[in-house]
Nanobody
Framework: QVQLVESGGGLVQAGGSLRLSCVAS????????MNWYRQAPGKQRELAAT???????NYAGSVKGRFTISRDVAKNTVYLQMNSLKPEDTAVYYC??????????????WGQGTQVTVSS
């Protein structure tokens, strides 16, 4: 069984910063790419940032230059540093990881989400 648990969400004023964390635990053999998605009220879930096992990153245009994704491979943890936050960044942020468990096929696992609210 593999679990992803996010933390670090909260309420912040526009222009402020937050750092999200997501820890993967369980019977893990390896983790390929790790991702942060977000879903704002009434909108579809969108990919905000991706980091590969090799450390390559990619960002949605709306967050590029403000958000930074990083990972600690030894700790099976991915981070999202969010700076210069805007009210339009308000959303539930989800962590997703492509995991190969010890005794199962590779699968994309999701966390439960953490709320980020940016006030104007």
């Amino acid at each position: 069984q593999v679990q992803l648990v996010e933390s670090g969400g909260g309420l912040v004023q526009a222009g402020g910063s937050l750092r999200l964390s997501c820890v993967a635990s369980g019977s893990i053999f390896s983790i390929a790419d790790m991702n942060w998605y977000r879903q704002a009220p009434g909108k579809q879930r969108e990919l905000a940032a991706t980091i590969t096992s090799g450390g390559s990153t990619n960002y949605a245009g709306s967050v590029k230059g403000r958000f930074t994704i990083s990972r600690d491979v030894a700790k099976n943890t991915v981070y999202l540093q969010m700076n210069s936050l805007k009210p339009e960044d308000t959303a539930v942020y989800y962590c997703a990881a492509r995991v190969r468990p010890l005794t199962a096929d590779t699968f994309v696992y999701w966390g439960q989400g953490t709320q980020v609210t940016v006030s104007s």
